[in-house]
């Protein structure tokens, strides 16, 4: 067995996380892999006090180790999908096995760099992308490989689960938790990314594009964040017996792909509706296997490490013995990928969960529920509030059965038009996930 | 690419899954192996209704799949240890590569199954061994390769789960939700391979050598039933905030490992309390990545049926293209696997939960908390529930802190003796998982 020579280009967070998890697990991970995993080159702008990088080379410019003759795998963690781009085209072509944790980079970019790699008959993996330490990618890719998926649903943004835990568990505001997350350092100053939809958007296209066999398709995705919600929202659900949960779905049916993230009720003994805090989890449904679920811890550094570690180990068995990894990189040989239509939004069909204020005065009920019906929604529930001491308007809570967006919207579009309803109806999506 | 070549041995539950899965999902599955996997030979006794054979082979000896010339791999799916492991040793002689859903092979005889396949440089995979589709193999041998295993802790056995589901929702009985589950084909006619943990042993042991890199020590599991359990245990374990879970553990210390199936008093706000029915998880504590589960269907025979196609196409990808699969049967090099000293049972530290009847009158309790005290075991809660009507007994019950089991089991035998005592104590361990 000869050793396989590793590159680390990036020496932040994860960076530092993947320098420690190789060097304090050493001897383990040379009896996994069946060979010396060495550390041999470290590209990084500036040192890591935490990372006392000894006699490994060190070069400023990471471009330096993709061109390295004696690297094997360059892991990117730099971030980003400029700089990163370039480094891991740059790899490839000098014919290295890249291992990222950069779920932008694939998401973004994946469709192109997998066409390269392929070419350049190198490897790229990126467990660490989706759902830090969590093996979601090899679960979808190799262990439920026996399946036609039928659809997932993940909480693979940490920070916008701790947000919800926290308003459901102690009836807090959406801005007041989030400024604790920024505080925590869950959050970044710019809490776009993660509150928004756009982090999960990101994986929730990868886990897709596995589980479909589809090209990743970044563009199509729906993504609506958490920022609207309110107590009253997360409390009103809890008393109907659902948590709201910041999802990401994908799903398979006749028609195409659905590829959406936004909040969403889900029944309180769904396994999923009790993750909480910063963890992720993602339920994956399989035409053999049924419901499956992955939980853990979904960033961080050791966690992002102990994926990134994985990835180099699977590529080492084969590296060691001078034999081509075969796994391709979204697990499906590249000729079988197919592009499926994405259904567009208004076609997507859930129950809803609406929230308006209404005059507490006779008939409004009836006004309100045949605007539904007049779209063909009927409806699960409805439960009108007694109005606050002193108001004269009053909560209502509609709970719809099954119905595509475009009907709602025109139903709402109607009811707020009423008199007797003040100001935007709240609408959030339900999912029983097979319950 | 070549197609490549599979063999059945088993037409039964998992078989005739298998057969289906690999009929239903041929395309899929050649899309994401690389190559055709072709089903060219089955041996089975007897036909199956449910699976046409159509042209494939069909041998009524066994032997004759694991020597025929032309099959790749041979899947051993007719159960039992005594032919299977005939059939298996045969197979890898002839140069087979063998996938398995028997967990009672694996524990039992995996150590000198693994080192002939070793020999004859060829792979054995049985990720249905554990779990049904769960792959909590893959995910502890490959996704978490990265991490020093902490522990683990399952819910791996779907029918005991079942029973203490259905106990602590509906107050039922033991004895009669077990005559349910037999009814409901979840339980054998004997029963005992559920209830008493031989069946969580031999997934115990199968997920402790692989989190360890140790061999498989079935006969040093120690494993304990749930016949003792009663409706007021799993009730009074509620009230403390608790829940019953039969439990397979396995932790790793300096002192060396601990194997252990019983029911254990898990916290309700973990997420394994709240796995229920039939279904198993897994929970893995990894040195980098934390906290991890595994949740999904434990058996039935397309669950299996996942987990067998998931093996036969890991193989697959690489036969195709004539290299060999070099993951090695434990994931860790066999050179590098060490025996570690297995605690035993009187050292194995926990909180203990206990039930005892005690006569209503002074001074008993101060009797008791001393003979704790007298072994050094502190109590975290004591709780005297008052007597029934028209009885002078009560029912006493104690939490105490970490003891080792040699400790609680003096203080018991010196509680069990007072006068003011009745009959046996009940007593269960405690387990915090973290939280």
């Known amino acids: 067995m000869k050793p396989v020579k590793i590159g680390i280009c990036g020496l932040g967070t994860v960076g530092g996380g993947t320098f420690r998890v190789l060097e304090d697990n050493a001897e383990l991970l040379a009896a996994r892999a069946g060979a010396q995993l060495e550390l041999i080159h470290i590209g990084a702008r500036r040192d890591n006090p935490d990372c006392p990088v000894g006699d490994v080379r060190l070069s400023r410019d990471i471009f330096a180790v993709a061109r390295d003759p004696e690297v094997d795998i360059l892991v990117e963690l730099i971030g980003g999908t400029t700089v990163a781009k370039e480094l891991v085209e740059e790899a490839i072509r000098n014919g290295k096995h890249v291992v990222t944790a950069n779920k932008a980079l694939i998401a973004e970019f994946g469709n192109v760099l997998f066409a390269m790699a392929e070419q350049h008959n190198v490897a790229i993996r990126y467990e660490a992308a989706v759902a830090g330490g969590i093996p979601i990618i090899k679960a979808l890719r190799e262990g439920l490989a026996g399946n036609r998926i039928d659809w997932l649903a993940g909480i693979i943004n940490g920070t916008g689960n701790f947000i919800l835990s926290e308003m459901r568990e102690k009836g807090r505001d959406f801005a007041d938790v989030l400024a604790e997350a920024q505080a925590l350092g869950y959050a970044e100053a710019d809490p776009a990314f993660d509150v928004e939809g756009t982090d999960a958007a990101h994986k929730l296209v990868i886990l897709a594009a596995i589980a479909f066999g589809t090209p990743l398709q970044f563009s199509d995705v729906y993504a609506e964040g958490i920022t609207r919600l309110t107590p009253q929202d997360v409390s009103y659900a809890e008393e109907l017996g659902y948590r709201i949960k910041h999802l990401g779905i994908a799903k398979q049916s006749a028609q195409g792909v659905e590829l959406r993230v936004h909040p969403t009720l889900i029944p309180e003994q769904q396994l999923l509706a009790n993750v909480n805090g910063v963890k992720n989890a993602v339920v994956v449904e399989g035409s053999a296997v049924g419901s499956t679920l992955y939980y853990g811890a979904g960033a961080g550094a050791e966690p992002t490490a102990s994926a990134v570690v994985a990835d ?18 979204l697990g499906v040989a590249s000729a079988a990928i197919r592009k499926l239509p994405v259904i567009p939004m208004s076609e997507v069909v859930s129950p809803w969960y609406l929230r308006m204020e209404a005059d507490d005065k006779p008939g409004v009920m009836s006004q309100v529920t045949s605007l539904f019906s007049a779209q063909g929604i009927s409806i699960e529930a409805l439960i009108q509030k007694a109005p606050s001491p002193g108001e004269t308007r009053v ?14 919207d025109a139903a709402v579009k109607a009811i707020e038009a009423l008199d007797s309803i003040v100001g935007k109806i709240m609408c959030i999506r339900v999912e029983t996930l097979g319950s």
């Not at 180099?312 to 990189?329: E, F, M, T, Y």
């Not at 909560?395 to 709602?408: D, K, M, R, S």
Request: some cysteine; proline content about 9%.
């Open 395 to 408: 909560p209502v809570i509609v709970l719809t059965n099954e119905a595509a967006q475009g009907c709602l």
């Open 312 to 329: 180099i180990i699977d590529l080492a068995r084969d590296l060691a013995v001078g034999q081509s990894p075969q796994l391709p990189a």
